[in-house]
Structure formats: C-alpha cells, structure tokens
C-alpha cells in the first residue's frame, strides 16, 4: 500500500474563554490508543496547512468555520519521528465562540468517544504528548490576552 502521509501535520489548541481561557481536549478511545489529546490530523497532498486545520476541526470536533472567532498563525511547530517518517507538526490556537456545540460522532475514524472543557492546568496533566501539552502552554498565552480583551469594556471617546 502506498503511503498518501505528506510528513506534515497540524494541531489545533481549541479554546474558548468563559472566567479564563478553557481548552478542549478530545479523548481516543481504546481502539486507538486510550489518551486525551488536541485535535491533530495529518495534511493531505498538495493541501494548505490552515485548509488542513479546518478540516481536521471539522471532522474532529464537529466545529464549522462559523463558530470559530480566530486562528492564530502558527504558535509553534515540532518535529518528530514515527512510521518511519520525519514530521514536522504545525500548532494553531483557535478560538471559538462560547455558544458553539462539539460534535465527535460524525468522524468516519470514530476514533474518539469523549471531550471535556479544561482549565490549562488539567489539560496539560492530562494530555499524553509532551507536543500536545507544550503547545497548550504556548496557547495558553495567546488565550488569556485574547480572552482577557474580551472581557474588557472598551473605551469610547464621545
């Protein structure tokens, strides 16, 4: 079988922001793997790395382009090895509106069977990869300004 994988990858720190920034972290089920994670997803060939993002947010979380606020260009990128390959992982920190529902059981792999919303602390405890938790912690600096302007009363001059 011929191998479709580009060596390139995404992952989306998920947040929205309530009191503080609150992540969402997906959790694989036993089939595959047993262990909370961000949203992460391999780049098809020839696709755009933010085209690669919205598709694996999509698939992923059930999150449409609608319900998302803003994408950060990339926070972060790690390389790695696995399959015999050399990756390189694209992280964006994506926020999106408060009002919005996940939905995990549209994804064809099914390979997840539960989310949470998490403060960053429980989300770095929680996740298995050290690039998954690392880029939370990045993320989490771009959340709280992101989140902290929000919950600012704006200045209007009359």
């Known amino acids: 079988m011929v191998s479709t994988r580009t060596g ?3 992952q989306a720190v998920i947040y929205r922001c309530n ?3 609150e992540f969402l972290i997906l959790h ?3 089939e595959h793997g047993d262990f ?3 949203v992460t997803g391999n780049v098809e060939p020839g696709e755009d790395l933010k085209v690669a993002l919205m598709r694996e947010i999509r698939e992923e979380a059930g999150i449409g382009e609608d319900c998302i606020d803003h994408v950060t260009d990339d926070v972060t990128a790690f390389r790695f090895r696995a399959h015999d390959m050399n990756f390189t992982e694209h992280v964006y920190a994506v926020r999106i509106r408060d009002s919005c529902s996940i939905d995990i059981t549209r994804n064809v792999d099914h390979e997840h069977d539960r989310y949470e919303w998490v403060n960053m602390d429980e989300a770095v405890r929680k996740v298995r990869w050290y690039t998954n938790a690392d880029a939370i912690r990045i993320s989490y600096i771009v959340a709280s300004s992101a989140c ?3 919950s600012q009363p ?3 001059k009359n």
């Open 8 to 10: 390139l990858k995404i």
């Open 36 to 38: 909370w994670q961000n």
């Open 154 to 156: 704006s200045d209007k």
């Open 28 to 30: 694989r089920n036993t």
């Open 148 to 150: 902290a302007s929000l």
């Open 19 to 21: 009191d503080g920034p």
